[in-house]
């Protein structure tokens, strides 16, 4: 069965840093389409964080660029969203996805204050 298990969210102050994991099972995180995070505040629609190619090119959205790094460990079938310089701002549910085949994880919450 795929699977896809986020961990790492918590609470931080602003300027902090988290780095979240998602552990795949039941598919490659290695792909030839972007595989990567996506954030969702209440009332909104998800939204594009950072993705990740088959040859490790990586996406980021601009209000992200420079703060998160997109990483992937293939031999863990894990991807990874160093996160920091926090922002309030950055408040959201963080889901990891491999969306052109339809799965999402469960979500992890991510609070800056």
């Known amino acids: 069965q795929v699977q896809l298990v986020e961990s790492g969210g918590g609470s931080v102050q602003a300027g902090g840093s988290l780095r979240l994991s998602c552990a795949g099972t039941?598919?490659?995180?290695?792909?030839?389409?972007?595989v990567g995070w996506f954030r969702q505040v209440p009332g909104k629609e998800r939204e594009g964080v950072a993705c990740?190619?088959?040859?490790?090119?990586?996406t980021y959205a601009e209000d992200v660029l420079g703060r998160f790094t997109i990483s992937r460990d293939n031999a863990k079938n894990t991807l990874y969203l160093q996160m920091s310089s926090l922002e309030p701002e950055d408040t959201a549910v963080y889901y990891c996805?491999?969306?052109?085949?339809?799965?999402w994880g469960q979500g992890t919450q991510v609070t800056v204050s």
């Open positions: 990740i190619d088959s040859d490790a090119d990586t």
């Open positions: 039941g598919i490659h995180l290695s792909s030839a389409f972007c």
């Open positions: 996805a491999a969306a052109a085949f339809g799965y």
